[in-house]
């Protein structure tokens, strides 16, 4: 089964842009379909962004026209590219995958969890 691992988060300003990096071991990603989700404290987890082994890519209205999910499968390897950043988009950032299709935003759809990268955004 696959195991996603995060990383790229860290301390940006304002206005500044991230690329968070989903790599995974024992699978595939490229068979998978693969969201990011996001977690501030005492918050629900949220869905950000996401993308079907069909092509298709979905985000949130939070990240639209700011955030772009991409996959590179030779490097097995899903990123989260967030530019414009806002102090509200502070929070952990989780990669997740499906093996099976099903509601894209819903955390229920997804199997499998990375441990999550921390992103937090100063004013």
């Known amino acids: 089964q696959v195991q996603p691992v995060e990383s790229g988060g860290g301390l940006v300003q304002a206005g500044g842009s991230l690329r968070l990096s989903c790599a995974a071991s024992?699978?595939?990603?490229?068979?998978?379909?693969i969201a990011w989700f996001r977690q501030a404290p005492g918050k629900e987890r949220d869905f950000v962004a996401g993308?079907?082994?069909?092509?298709?890519?979905y985000y949130a209205d939070s990240a639209k026209g700011r955030f772009s999910i991409s996959r590179d499968n030779a490097k097995n390897t899903v990123f989260l590219e967030m530019n414009r950043l806002k102090p509200e988009d502070t929070a952990v950032y989780y990669c997740?995958?499906?093996?099976?299709?099903?509601?894209?935003?819903?955390?229920?759809?997804?199997?499998?969890w990375g441990q999550g990268t921390q992103v937090t955004v100063s004013s």
């Open positions: 993308t079907w082994n069909g092509g298709s890519r």
């Open positions: 024992g699978g595939t990603l490229s068979t998978y379909q």
């Open positions: 997740a995958a499906a093996r099976w299709y099903g509601d894209y935003y819903d955390a229920r759809t997804y199997n499998y």
